[in-house]
């Protein structure tokens, strides 16, 4: 962090019932992110609409640290997953709450973890605009807010400055891809490391898989990814991860979908392109090389997937990534 910026400053508002897993997903993803020096990159705020505790529903309540006022210091206003009857069952929320939602500055990113879309829409901030929530509830979100674009088939979703996970973890994930977008994948993958999560997930890949357990025990496919992660430059098909996870390729595809939620071929394509990020941050290489190491093949292709996934181009994500970290 360069000498004298401040951390970025994120309140998390929790409104009861609050789902208490979501409301601890942000301090614990973003407080664990530090720059070089170790001098942390974020300031979480915890805070209710009057300052005092909130009840999870769940046997214990939580104490914030503040109250609705601290939303208007925050650049990133947080909303965890809620049981509040308002927004959840009638689309509506409280005078008290629309009072605080308006103390949030113009131009603060707005984010929503799991249910609390519903608070989000409540509030006329996802009109017109994608976002998604946890699944189960995705009937009772369109007869509510019918003006929002819902995608209840992904992680989440980033609308620039307003945010939505699915449920529960999706919250990590989305946590996870706006460090990534602050301050790049190095710094993402070490919070990462230190939560004991995946350092990537898609936002687009499925929330939902109807068989997340593979059904007959023994082999799974994590020992071909872990394979095809060491040699990503290299031409890898099917057949190859097949034969290293000794298995069919029928079976493969099925198991590895019901690990992943993806397809080989979506998954090592993610894989690829989350590589080349890291090359591009970390080296000098020039597109061409990154592209090759990464596995994209040419600097046209990797221009390609990078405006897919992320919007930009390669120098363009350079640019931004190597200047922030000299």
């Known amino acids: 962090m360069t000498a ?7 309140a998390v508002l929790i409104l009861p ?6 409301a601890t997903i942000p301090p614990l993803v973003f407080g664990q992110a530090t720059d070089p020096d170790g001098h942390p990159l974020y300031e979480v705020t915890m805070c209710s609409l009057d300052g005092g505790p909130v009840d999870t529903g769940a046997g214990y309540a939580l104490i914030p640290a503040a109250g609705s006022e601290a939303l208007e210091r925050a650049g990133t206003v947080v909303v965890p997953g809620t049981r509040m009857p308002g927004p959840r069952k ?8 629309r009072e605080a939602l308006a103390r949030i500055r113009p131009g603060t990113r707005i984010v929503s973890i799991c249910t609390g879309a519903f608070v989000l ?6 009109d017109g605009r994608p976002a998604t929530t946890h699944w189960a509830y995705t009937e009772d979100f369109r007869r509510n807010f019918p003006a929002v674009r819902l995608d209840e088939h992904v992680l989440y979703v980033d609308d620039g400055d307003v945010l939505s996970s699915a449920g529960l ?4 994930d989305l946590c996870l891809h706006l460090i990534r977008r602050d301050h790049g994948a190095e710094v993402a993958n070490a919070v990462a490391r230190h939560c004991v999560v995946p350092p990537w997930r898609d936002g687009g890949q499925a929330q939902y898989i109807d068989r997340p357990v593979p059904r007959d025990g023994g082999q799974s496919t994590a020992p071909a990814r872990q394979w095809a992660l060491s040699r990503l430059e290299c031409a890898i098909d ?9 298995m069919s390729e029928r079976t493969f595809n099925r198991r590895f979908r019901e690990e992943t939620g993806q397809s080989p071929g979506a998954w090592l394509l993610g894989q690829r392109v989350e590589r080349a990020r890291r090359l591009l941050e970390s080296t000098d290489l020039t597109i061409d090389e ?15 997937r990078l405006r897919e996934s992320i919007g930009v181009s390669p120098l363009a994500y350079r640019r931004t990534f190597r200047g922030r970290a000299s």
Do not use: M, Q
Request: charged content about 15%; proline content about 4%.
């Open 4 to 10: 004298g910026l401040s951390p970025h400053r994120v």
């Open 17 to 22: 019932p609050v789902i208490g897993f979501d």
């Open 90 to 97: 009638h689309g509506s929320i409280s005078e008290e709450v």
């Open 121 to 126: 829409a409540a509030a006329g901030l996802l």
């Open 169 to 172: 973890a999706a919250g990590i």
């Open 238 to 246: 099917v057949r190859e991860l097949a034969r290293v996870a000794s």
């Open 290 to 304: 990154v592209a090759h190491r990464s596995g994209l093949g040419t600097g046209a292709n990797l221009r390609i």
